[in-house]
């Protein structure tokens, strides 16, 4: 793994004062009976032939969502077009919203995967030219998977603050946070259909929300590949991680990531950002990642 040094804020404020974005829409595409919803933003005088990035967000989170929108804003303004797309979280035309607890969840990990190849099959058509991928949190670590099954599709990934993983962290985390033994209800889902509902479970941050068998399975289940670190190790695409100093959400991520000697994975960390790089962390993480786009 290559390291990259802590560097100050760049100098993407001042690009996207003089730039100006050629062209921005709301795309729509169907997907397995629902319609997802993305941002297409085309850089000044670039169309999609000349490559396009793709822009996931975090959990439960949507694609305008503060980190999101800003990214697109400096990435398209330093000249890479991006496509931001808003997980459908098995919503019809879900909104640019954070996820309502008051639904039942329904939605799994892989379905963001599934999701993401959608896209990426609509770009296709569209005559869309080298693709790269960006995610948030613990979409950095579904890009990651992403990537891993579509290597020949993704010429580069950059992962920021991508979600870590413990199975005895994630079983101990709910009965601390929810008073429920989660194996329980592990093994209770087990026995049913995927889709059948289990009223008054709570999954991620919804507390009784309710959730399919299959949604607490996925989220709760022993899948080493939700540790992005485990799944860097077995890819071959070059890969850009981007980590905060004072990030308290994935804080063991560049202590996770000093064991992986890879030359195809470079570590920047970012002094003084959390989880989110507001402001000026923001145009810092903007820098890397176009310069990393145009490095390969």
């Given at each position: 793994m290559q390291f990259l040094p802590k560097a100050i804020a760049g100098t993407l404020m001042l690009t996207a004062l003089n730039a100006s974005v050629a062209q921005a829409e709301q795309v729509q595409i169907p997907f397995n009976g629902l319609t997802l919803n993305g941002n297409l933003e085309l850089a000044e005088d670039k169309t999609l032939a000349d490559g396009v990035l793709l822009l996931l967000h975090g959990t439960l989170a949507h694609n305008e969502m503060e980190i999101i929108a800003t990214l697109q804003e400096l990435i398209v303004d330093a000249g890479v077009s991006t496509l931001s797309i808003n997980l459908s979280y098995s919503i019809d035309n879900r909104e640019s919203a954070m996820y309502d607890c008051a639904v039942p969840a329904r939605h799994t990990m892989q379905d963001a995967v599934a999701e993401m190849e959608a896209w990426q099959n609509w770009l296709d058509?569209?005559?869309?030219?080298?693709?790269?991928?960006?995610?948030?949190?613990?979409?950095?670590?579904?890009?990651?998977?992403?990537?891993?099954?579509?290597?020949?599709?993704?010429?580069?990934?950059?992962?920021?603050?991508?979600?870590?993983?413990?199975?005895?962290?994630?079983?101990?985390?709910?009965?601390?946070?929810?008073?429920?033994?989660?194996?329980?209800?592990?093994?209770?889902?087990?026995?049913?259909?995927?889709?059948?509902?289990?009223?008054?479970?709570?999954?991620?941050?919804?507390?009784?929300?309710?959730?399919?068998?299959?949604?607490?399975?996925?989220?709760?289940?022993?899948?080493?590949?939700?540790?992005?670190?485990?799944?860097?190790?077995?890819?071959?695409?070059?890969?850009?991680?981007?980590?905060?100093?004072?990030?308290?959400?994935?804080?063991?991520?560049?202590?996770?990531?000093?064991?992986?000697?890879?030359?195809?994975?470079?570590?920047?960390?970012?002094?003084?950002?959390?989880?989110?790089?507001?402001?000026?962390?923001?145009?810092?993480?903007?820098?890397?990642?176009?310069?990393?786009?145009?490095?390969?």
């Open positions: 058509g569209q005559g869309a030219g080298d693709r790269w991928v960006m995610g948030h949190s613990r979409g950095g670590n579904q890009t990651s998977q992403y990537t891993l099954a579509h290597q020949d599709k993704v010429k580069g990934q950059i992962l920021l603050a991508p979600a870590t993983w413990d199975y005895k962290y994630t079983i101990d985390g709910y009965q601390k946070r929810y008073g429920t033994s989660v194996t329980d209800l592990l093994d209770k889902a087990k026995t049913l259909a995927p889709d059948t509902m289990m009223d008054g479970v709570s999954v991620v941050y919804c507390e009784k929300s309710g959730a399919t068998a299959g949604a607490m399975l996925s989220y709760y289940g022993n899948y080493p590949n939700y540790d992005t670190p485990h799944v860097l190790a077995q890819t071959e695409t070059p890969t850009l991680v981007i980590a905060g100093s004072k990030d308290t959400v994935v804080d063991d991520l560049p202590q996770k990531m000093e064991g992986m000697n890879k030359e195809n994975v470079e570590l920047v960390v970012i002094d003084d950002a959390d989880h989110f790089f507001r402001d000026l962390f923001a145009d810092e993480v903007a820098e890397y990642a176009v310069d990393f786009i145009e490095s390969l």
